[in-house]
T-cell receptor, first 116, second 114 residues
Framework: GNSVTQMEGPVTLSEEAFLTINCTYT??????LFWYVQYPGEGLQLLLKATKADDKGSNKGFEATYRKETTSFHLEKGSVQVSDSAVYFC???????????????FGKGTKLSVIP | DARVTQTPRDKVTEMGQEVTMRCQPI?????VFWYRQTMMQGLELLAYFRNRAPLDDSGMPKDRFSAEMPDATLATLKIQPSEPRDSAVYFCASLLAGDKNEQFFGPGTRLTVL
């Protein structure tokens, strides 16, 4: 089956620090990989995605590269801001996989707190 | 700005009462998902539909939960009877299968069962 493992939090960083949140996966087929962000009291929002090996997804200063050889999709940002405080979820889906198509498998989430 | 809407945003009820949560997917999206989020279990997929037909509801307790799509613009999740362990945030998400493979989430319904 499919699974996603991401580093457990919470993670607390000072403003302008470098962020890495690790994510590894197992999947049958060829997954698409996603990072979703959830701000307090809100639903999940897609942050970035990658659909094939070596693709790099990027958005709002965040980046993640689809590494097939290490089955990883680590999230990075060079300089975090207080407004980045949220819960980050790594996820995968395997399109065109029959009844399971597009179903997302999520990691447990990593809570990030950025302090001024 | 197309978005998924959910009602109610908050619901407090007593054990044994019926609860109905509603979701309006983005117009044109043909796949709808229901998730439950708790601190202990994280995000769990309860059920999902494509073109209004249920594809998978294996994550849903069948004895008390039911999910339907009466039409393409409305999905419902019903709990009868509700129990305190059902307290959670319930999210609906939609996507257009074959498009960018992106799920768009609603703001959630926070359910508290006393």
């Amino acid at each position: 089956g499919n699974s996603v493992t991401q580093m457990e939090g919470p993670v607390t960083l000072s403003e302008e620090a470098f962020l890495t949140i690790n994510c590894t996966y197992t999947a049958t087929g060829y997954p698409s990989l996603f990072w979703y962000v959830q701000y307090p009291g809100e639903g999940l929002q897609l942050l970035l995605k990658a659909t094939k090996a070596d693709d790099k997804g990027s958005n709002k200063g965040f980046e993640a590269t689809y590494r097939k050889e290490t089955t990883s999709f680590h999230l990075e940002k060079g300089s975090v801001q207080v407004s980045d405080s949220a819960v980050y979820f790594c996820a995968l889906s395997v399109p065109y996989s029959g009844a399971g198509s597009y179903q997302l498998t999520f990691g447990k989430g990593t809570k990030l707190s950025v302090i001024p | 700005d197309a978005r998924v809407t959910q009602t109610p945003r908050d619901k407090v009820t007593e054990m044994g009462q019926e609860v109905t949560m509603r979701c309006q997917p983005i117009l044109g999206h043909n796949t709808v998902f229901w998730y439950r989020q708790t601190m202990m279990q994280g995000l769990e997929l309860l059920a999902y539909f494509r073109n209004r037909a249920p594809l998978d509801d294996s994550g849903m307790p069948k004895d008390r939960f039911s999910a339907e799509m009466p039409d393409a613009t409305l999905a419902t999740l019903k709990i009868q009877p509700s129990e305190p362990r059902d307290s959670a945030v319930y999210f609906c998400a939609s996507l257009l299968a074959g498009d960018k493979n992106e799920q768009f989430f609603g703001p959630g319904t926070r359910l508290t069962v006393l």
